[in-house]
């Protein structure tokens, strides 16, 4: 639980216990297996507030915007940064040590605008198809989704080296490979745990059963596509890309529960 409260200070915007820095230093990276833990932690109050606005009467679009907003202010708009300085960074055709500079800098640029404006139209959309449907769903789908890629990109750090060991990822001390299994198990976990609630809210096993492989292939897709372009243009890995790849793998699970159900 100690890790749980020192990954979710860094992650999000939520309280902690002081207590659990006691003894220090505890790097980052050793407490990635708890990554899981705090995306769905992070992600239940957007959950309750969803489903709250559903029976409100508000129309599904509005409540998922609403909903999605209040996740993005929990997290500080930590992995939306990312991938903003990501998509900056590789998109523009600079060179290795060039896309490492650009998304150093703070200001964001047109790639990092429509990856932002993308980032959260998608989701929302998407949480508006299963809010069409059932907003218990579209909630349970934006809790395993939360839980989900956040372990993908605890397991994304432990697989890759630092392409910039002055930077956060490399300063923070990279998860173990056994850490980083750990996450992606824990994530398979909330996958599966989805599935089942989600064939039982529709009555449908087959529907359960497609709500687990249709994300689980779309996540582990999207992210294994997206290590190996970091691979062929940084090297490696960086704080901003990591944000990019839970952005990244979120967008997928989300479609893969649409496409599902």
């Given at each position: ?226 290590r190996r372009l970091l691979l ?30």
């Amino acid at each position: 639980m100690d890790g749980f409260w020192r990954a979710s200070a860094f992650l999000t915007r939520l309280p902690v216990r002081a207590q659990a820095f006691q003894g220090g230093p505890h790097p980052l990276g050793a407490d990635a297996a708890a990554f899981p833990l705090v995306g769905v932690a992070v992600a239940l109050p957007s959950a309750v507030l969803l489903v709250l606005l559903g029976a409100a009467g508000l129309q599904p679009f509005t409540a998922s915007l609403i909903a999605l907003l209040l996740l993005v202010a929990l997290t500080g708009a930590l992995h939306e940064d990312g991938l903003a300085d990501t998509a900056d960074g590789l998109f523009g055709h600079a060179s290795a040590e060039r896309a490492l500079e650009i998304m150093k800098d703070s200001r964001i640029g047109t790639y990092g605008a429509l990856a932002l404006i993308g980032s959260v139209l998608l989701r929302v959309v998407l949480l508006t198809e299963l809010a069409a449907r059932s907003p218990a769903l579209a909630a349970l789908s934006l809790i395993a989704a939360a839980g989900a890629s956040r372990g993908a990109m605890a397991w994304l750090w432990s697989r890759l080296p630092s392409a910039r060991p002055d930077g956060l990822s490399g300063r923070m001390e990279a998860p173990s490979r056994e850490t980083g299994r750990k996450a992606a198990g824990l994530a398979l976990a909330l996958l599966l745990v989805a599935g089942a609630l989600t064939g039982a809210l529709a009555k449908e096993w087959e529907t359960g059963f497609a709500a687990v492989v249709l994300p689980a292939l779309l996540g582990a897709g999207g992210l294994d596509a997206f290590r190996r372009l970091l691979l062929r243009r940084l090297g490696g890995t960086t704080g901003d890309t990591l944000g990019a790849a839970q952005q990244i793998v979120d967008i997928a699970l989300l479609l893969g529960f649409a496409l599902a159900l």
